[in-house]
């Protein structure tokens, strides 16, 4: 157990639905990041929070976007969702100030189902 | 940009055989590298990590050793095992771009009894 949650375990939704998946840190870890894993790209980086600034973006889309709240915890919206979504979503937390040494720890992932 | 690129799987080995999954990278500053596993169903954890070169990473007799002349950080293991099973992913992490860190395209290992 890595102390990092994510619910909900799983998700199944329509083309053009909106859905908000949610990540608790580690406690006392500061950044959080979001991935998104799917067979045919791979592990995707799509944007890191550090105590609730946006510190860095990857691929993430437009139709995509998060936030990281006052404790700390944070929420990845996706909406005008396509089928091309379907992929499991990762968040992980790291303490956020050693920088290129740090480990990043993951949760068990959401996985997102779009009909 | 930072890039890694790692041997493509799925490698297969009997229990008890030598692991090799090669790794290697691109990168502009003094990135720290890492080894994660995914086991079936799960999130990745982290194997182990070097930090600068020359450094060996080392966790449950899986090794790594950082290798600034080669750019490369190749996961080895000596006798491998059934519940190694799982699927491997080398990553970088460096002190531009924000402190992202970059995953390699994953290798899936089967080991069979």
């Known amino acids: 157990d890595s102390g990092v949650t994510q619910t909900p375990k799983h998700l199944i939704t329509a083309t053009g639905q909106r859905v908000t998946l949610r990540c608790s840190p580690r406690?006392?870890?500061?950044?959080v990041y979001w991935y998104q894993q799917s067979l045919d790209q791979g592990l995707q980086f799509l944007i890191q929070?550090?105590?609730?600034?946006?510190?860095a973006k990857g691929n993430i889309l437009e139709r995509f976007s998060a936030q990281q709240f006052p404790d700390l915890h944070s929420e990845l919206n996706l909406s005008s969702l396509e089928l091309g979504d379907s992929a499991l979503y990762f968040c992980?937390?790291?303490?956020?100030?050693?920088?290129?040494?740090?480990?990043?720890?993951f949760g068990p992932g959401t996985r997102l189902l779009v009909l | 940009g930072d890039s890694v690129t790692q041997m493509e799987g799925p490698v297969t080995l009997s229990e008890e055989a030598f692991l090799t999954i090669n790794c290697t990278y691109t990168a502009t500053g003094y990135p720290s590298l890492f080894w994660y596993v995914q086991y079936p169903g799960e999130g990745l954890q982290l194997l182990l990590k070097a930090t600068k070169a020359d450094d060996k990473g080392s966790n449950k007799g899986f090794e790594a050793t950082y290798r600034k002349e080669t750019t490369s950080f190749h996961l080895e293991k000596g006798s491998v095992q059934v519940s190694d099973s799982a699927v491997y992913f080398c990553?970088?992490?460096?002190?531009?771009?924000?402190?992202?860190?970059?995953f390699g395209a994953g290798t899936r290992l089967f080991v069979k009894a």
């Open positions: 992980a937390s790291s303490v956020g100030i050693s920088g290129a040494k740090e480990t990043q720890y």
């Open positions: 990553a970088l992490r460096s002190n531009t771009g924000g402190f992202k860190t970059i």
């Open positions: 406690s006392g870890d500061l950044s």
């Open positions: 929070y550090y105590n609730g600034e946006e510190r």
